[in-house]
């Protein structure tokens, strides 16, 4: 197979994909010829400004907007991508619940009440949860699929206690590795990319120049990830390269978790 066409004839819905690292996924997978599904909540400009540079990069898409915390909306839009693609082969649930990373803003625990944590679970786990079983039904009929779930480093190196995300994301890697353990047998393979700080993105924008400049002179590569380092091991998990991989974390933050 021609390496420019890793995903040639593959459907894949990245959600949260309207800016940051999900456009960058979505743009990623369309230039290795996947047909690609823009799921976004508001902002239909940016989605439709997303599609058009996966077009442009070779691949199909198109936009869907659906709040993946809405279980009915969910179902909705993966019933309108089967009807509409005829199928679908790769999920990457990257959206999020809002959140600011900057260090000097965030709540300490004492500050925190559990509706934040229910907030973040509710976004991470809830929003893949229903995304997932959505999508089961549509792979378990081929027995193939692949989903990607995004997490962060901040579960095995918490540099800032970002509590109710954190706690959230590590649920979001427990769910998934449950998940394959009973999904391995179908043919369906559910793995996890975590990211370390990712910037520029909307999320990491109020980061410090001084912190950024930190975590840089801690980290091996020395320098803080774009989207674009993201999106590669988000592909690979997604093709055959690792198809005897399942259940896995594969952390993207220049060395600064070792494991």
């Known amino acids: 197979m ?77 019933e309108s991508i089967v ?27 004492d500050d925190l009440d559990w509706r934040d944590y229910r907030s973040q679970f509710d976004g991470a786990v809830g929003a ?24 962060t480093n901040l579960a095995e190196h918490p540099v800032v206690p970002y509590h109710d995300y954190t706690t959230a994301k590590a649920a979001l890697v427990a769910f998934s590795r449950n998940l394959a353990a009973e999904l391995g047998p179908f043919g369906i393979r559910v793995n996890c990319v975590a990211p370390g700080l990712v910037y520029p993105t909307s999320a990491s924008a109020g980061t410090q120049a001084s912190f950024r400049d930190a975590l840089i002179a801690a980290t091996p590569l020395r320098r803080i990830a774009r989207p674009q380092d993201v999106a590669g091991p988000v592909l690979f998990l997604a093709s055959d390269w690792s198809g005897f991989m399942t259940g896995q974390v594969l952390f993207v933050d220049g060395g600064l978790v070792m494991r």
């Open 2 to 78: 021609n390496d420019a066409m890793k995903f040639a004839g593959k459907v894949v819905l990245v959600t949260g994909a309207s800016r940051g690292i999900g456009a960058e996924i979505a743009r990623s997978f369309a230039r290795e010829g996947a047909t690609v599904v823009v799921n976004y909540l508001s902002n239909t400009a940016a989605a439709d400004a997303v599609v058009a540079q996966c077009q442009a990069a070779g691949g199909d898409a198109w936009a869907v907007q659906a709040d993946v915390s809405v279980p009915e909306a969910v179902r909705a839009m993966i």
């Open 83 to 109: 009807r509409e693609a005829g199928r679908l082969d790769v999920v990457v649930n990257n959206a999020l619940r809002a959140y600011a990373f900057d260090p000097r803003q965030r709540k300490v625990f």
């Open 128 to 151: 893949a949860y229903h995304v997932c079983r959505a999508a089961l039904p549509h792979f378990k009929r081929r027995a193939q699929g692949c989903i990607v779930n995004i997490a």
